[in-house]
């Protein structure tokens, strides 16, 4: 419900012709439906066992993959493989072709939460 509901507020108000905003809805979609299918296999099956373990982080490591492959294609060489550091305006680490690699390795991080 509450992935719908951010879906849709994105439709409506986000700019869509921005190509980050579907980078970003299409991980979070991603990730939600990995989520909805295990629930849905311990729904069905009455047992904690849901989606395997391997499985579920190979298709979100694909996905973030995907993501970050993206973005590096979207921007010129130094601002697309950089991260920037809040608050330090001119801090900025240039990871080159590290990034394709790091990035899902946050991204999954961060799901994991």
């Known amino acids: 419900m509450i992935l719908s509901g951010m879906i849709v507020a994105t439709l409506l108000w986000a700019d869509l012709r921005n190509p980050y905003t579907w980078i970003v ?28 373990g391997k499985a579920r982080l190979g ?5 973030a993959g995907l993501a970050a492959f993206a973005v590096t294609l979207l921007d010129s060489e130094p601002f697309s493989t950089s ?31």
Request: charged residues 15%; glycine residues 12%; hydrophobic residues 50%.
């Open 25 to 52: 809805l299409g991980v979070t979609v991603g990730f939600g439906l990995i989520g909805f299918y295990d629930d849905y296999l311990k729904v069905t099956k009455s047992s904690h066992k849901g989606f395997g």
């Open 59 to 63: 298709l979100e490591f694909l996905i």
């Open 83 to 113: 991260i920037g550091f809040p608050f330090f305006k001119e801090l900025t680490l240039n990871l080159g072709l590290f990034f394709i690699h790091s990035l899902p390795l946050l991204l999954l991080a961060r799901a994991m939460r």
